[in-house]
C-alpha cells in the first residue's frame, strides 16, 4: 500500500514533520528481497505497528533504520536525518530494543546501563544518575548489583529497554519486545513503553503478536515477503478487510441453542455458521453485508425467536491479519531462539 504524503517527506535539518520517513526501501541479502521497496511514515509522538510472519523483513527494516545495515536503495529519515548521509546524527536520536537480548551477561544491570552511558558520551555522573533513574524505573533496583546472567527473561528484557532508553531517544524502535515473556512481564512491559509514549517518544514496534499492536500501536503496517501489503489505522484495517460480526441475544436464555441452529440452517447466501458464547447469551455470526444482517433479523423473527439485543462488531485483529496474510498470526509461545549480537543502544 502507499500512502501519498502530502507534506514534503523530511525537512533534512533534524526539524519534524513525520518522525520517520521510507521510501522504497530495498535490502537484498543474496536472491533473497528481505525489503522489496517499503514505504512506511511514523508520525511524531505515535507507535506504529509492523507486522508480518517470520521471514517478512521486520528486523531487516529496523536494521536499516538504525544505520546498522544499509539499504540497497531507496531513502529512509529519522527525525530528519538521512539514514544514508546522516548516520551519525541520527544514532544520537534513537534507541532500539534488538530482537535478541543484547546486555552484557558477565556485568551488573547497574554497569550495563553505565557503560552505554559512557558509550554514549555522558559524563561519568550523568551515566551513573541516568543509570540508577532507569533501574527505578523498570523496576530493577533490587536486582542492580547481580550480573545480568542471573536475571529472568524478564527482567533482561526490562533492562533491554532500560539501556535503549539511555540517551533518551526521541524515536525508539522495539523489535518483538516481547517474545518468549509470559503474560505478566509482557503486560509490564507494555506499561512501560505506554509510559515512553506518554513522554512523547515516537515508537517503531516489530510483533506478531496481535494483542500487542492492539495495546500499542496507532497504526499499522502490514508486511509480507518485503512489501507492505496493507496499513492505516487499526479500525480502519478491520473495516477494509470487510466483515462483521453480528452478535444476537435472544429475549429468552433458552432459546440460545434454536437460535443459533435457526441460524445455521437459514441457508443465507455465504453465511458462516454461528458459534455460541454461552456465558454472554449470545450468538455470533459474521456476516458480509448490511442485507445479510436484515435478512437474518427477519429470519429469527418469522421462526418465533424474540432479540433481546444485536449488535455487530469489527473482525478481530487476528482475522484482518489472516485475511491479509493468509497466515495465522503467531501465538505467544516461550522463546527458544538462541541470542544474538545486537547493539542494545545506538
Ligand atoms: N544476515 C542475513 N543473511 C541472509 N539472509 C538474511 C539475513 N537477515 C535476514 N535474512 C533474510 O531476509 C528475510 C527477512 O528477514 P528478517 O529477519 O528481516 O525477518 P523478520 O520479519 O524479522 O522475521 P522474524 O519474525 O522471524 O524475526 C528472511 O528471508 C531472512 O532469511
Ligand atoms: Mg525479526
Known amino acids: 500500500m502507499t500512502r501519498i504524503d502530502k507534506k514534503p517527506p523530511h525537512s533534512g535539518d533534524g526539524?519534524?514533520?513525520?518522525?520517520?520517513?521510507?521510501?522504497?526501501?530495498?535490502?537484498?541479502?543474496?536472491?533473497?528481497?528481505?525489503?522489496?521497496?517499503?514505504?512506511?511514515?511514523?508520525?511524531?509522538?505515535?507507535?506504529?505497528?509492523?507486522?508480518?510472519?517470520?521471514?517478512?523483513?521486520?528486523t531487516t527494516l529496523v536494521r536499516c533504520l538504525s544505520t546498522l545495515i544499509t539499504p540497497d536503495s531507496g531513502t529512509a529519515f529519522v527525525a530528519g536525518y538521512d539514514v544514508a548521509k546522516q548516520p551519525r546524527q541520527l544514532r544520537r536520536v534513537i534507541g532500539l530494543t534488538g530482537q535478541y537480548a543484547a546486555v552484557d551477561e558477565k556485568l551488573s544491570g547497574r554497569e550495563n546501563l553505565y557503560m552505554i552511558g559512557r558509550l554514549l558520551d555522558l559524563s561519568r555522573k550523568?551515566?551513573?544518575?541516568?543509570?540508577?533513574?532507569?533501574?527505578?524505573?523498570?523496576?530493577?533496583?533490587?536486582?542492580?548489583?547481580?550480573?545480568?546472567?542471573?536475571?529472568?527473561?524478564?527482567?533482561?528484557?526490562?533492562?533491554?529497554?532500560?539501556?535503549?532508553?539511555?540517551?533518551?531517544?526521541a524515536v525508539l524502535y522495539l523489535d518483538e519486545p516481547t517474545t518468549g515473556l509470559d503474560p505478566r512481564t509482557r503486560n509490564e512491559v507494555w506499561s512501560e513503553v505506554k509510559r515512553m509514549v506518554g513522554d512523547g517518544v515516537t515508537v517503531l514496534l516489530t510483533t506478531q503478536y496481535m494483542e500487542e499492536a492492539e495495546q500499542l500501536a496507532d497504526e499499522l503496517t502490514v508486511i509480507d515477503r518485503g512489501k507492505v501489503i496493507a496499513g492505516g489505522a487499526i479500525d480502519d484495517l478491520k473495516a477494509k478487510v470487510g466483515g462483521r460480526t453480528l452478535r444476537i441475544r435472544p429475549?429468552?436464555?433458552?432459546?440460545?441453542?434454536?437460535?443459533?441452529?435457526?441460524?445455521?440452517?437459514?441457508?443465507?447466501?455465504?453465511?458462516?455458521?454461528?458459534?455460541?458464547?454461552?456465558?454472554?447469551?449470545?450468538?455470533?455470526?459474521?456476516?458480509?453485508?448490511?442485507?445479510?444482517?436484515?435478512?437474518?433479523?427477519?429470519?429469527?423473527?418469522?421462526?418465533?425467536?424474540?432479540?433481546?439485543?444485536?449488535?455487530t462488531e469489527l473482525p478481530s485483529l487476528d482475522e484482518v491479519f489472516l485475511s491479509i496474510t493468509g497466515q495465522k498470526a503467531s501465538a505467544p509461545q516461550d522463546d527458544t531462539r538462541t541470542s544474538e549480537l545486537e547493539g542494545a543502544a545506538v
Do not use: C, W
Open 15 to 58: 526539524g519534524r514533520t513525520a518522525s520517520v520517513t521510507v521510501r522504497g526501501l530495498v535490502k537484498h541479502y543474496g536472491e533473497t528481497k528481505a525489503l522489496d521497496g517499503v514505504d512506511l511514515d511514523v508520525h511524531e509522538g505515535t507507535v506504529m505497528g509492523v507486522l508480518g510472519p517470520n521471514g517478512a523483513g521486520k
Open 126 to 169: 550523568e551515566s551513573r544518575s541516568r543509570a540508577d533513574a532507569l533501574l527505578e524505573r523498570f523496576s530493577l533496583t533490587d536486582a542492580a548489583t547481580r550480573p545480568a546472567k542471573t536475571y529472568s527473561g524478564g527482567m533482561r528484557r526490562r533492562l533491554d529497554l532500560a539501556a535503549s532508553m539511555i540517551g533518551s531517544p
Open 251 to 311: 429475549a429468552d436464555p433458552l432459546e440460545l441453542r434454536p437460535l443459533a441452529a435457526a441460524l445455521d440452517d437459514m441457508g443465507l447466501t455465504g453465511l458462516a455458521t454461528s458459534t455460541v458464547d454461552a456465558e454472554a447469551g449470545a450468538v455470533l455470526v459474521p456476516i458480509l453485508s448490511d442485507e445479510q444482517l436484515t435478512a437474518v433479523v427477519g429470519a429469527v423473527t418469522a421462526r418465533g425467536i424474540t432479540i433481546g439485543s444485536i449488535a
